[in-house]
């Protein structure tokens, strides 16, 4: 795996306009990891790349009437079956973390990439989704020198009390 203009190469793309640019396009300094899946608790759908894409139907499933109109995004999403697919270039700001902080220094997305894995809280992740994290972070390692194993961390780090994902049923040890 490699980036390209600030892309992952060999993966799908499906750009999002749920982006702008960083305030310091040299900082990126942080990963956060998240979890979603739509609607909740079902997966290997397309609805995802509906929200980040602004095109979801609020007639597809009651949750999406109260969802539909939000505007986020995320640079990554990494599916069940360990497939990629990248939404944001990693050099401008995605829309995933909200207000947050970290150590310190908020808005979170101003220097942050956020990968998306598909799942929830309460379910384990599975193996393919681990193998390819580990891959990605180590592309992301080698191309964005002030990222650094140290700097890897959950939304419900980053936004205590409002956020609680990647959840129990993330095992940390498994990207180390």
């Not at 960083?22 to 998240?34: A, G, Q, W």
Request: aromatic content about 10%; charged content about 20%.
């Amino acid at each position: 795996m490699s980036i390209n203009q600030h892309w992952l190469t060999n993966i799908t793309k499906t750009p999002s306009p749920n982006c702008n640019d960083r305030p310091d396009p040299t900082d990126i300094s942080l990963l956060v990891i998240h979890c979603i899946s739509l609607p909740p608790g079902e997966f290997d759908n397309t609805y995802i790349d509906q929200l980040f894409c602004n095109s979801l139907n609020p007639d597809d499933h009651p949750y999406f009437k109260e969802i539909h109109q939000l505007t986020v995004s995320a640079h990554l999403l990494i599916k069940r079956n360990g497939s990629c697919v990248q939404y944001v270039p990693f050099d401008k700001r995605a829309w995933h973390a909200g207000e947050s902080n970290y150590d310190g220094q908020n808005n979170c997305n101003d220097f942050s990439i956020g990968i998306e894995l598909e799942g929830t809280e309460s379910i384990d992740y599975t193996e393919a989704q681990y193998i390819r994290l580990k891959v990605v972070i180590d592309t992301l390692l080698k191309t964005y020198p002030k990222l650094s194993r140290q700097r890897i961390t959950g939304h419900s780090e980053i936004a205590p009390g409002r956020k609680a994902d990647p959840g129990a049923s993330f095992d940390w040890q498994k990207i180390k």
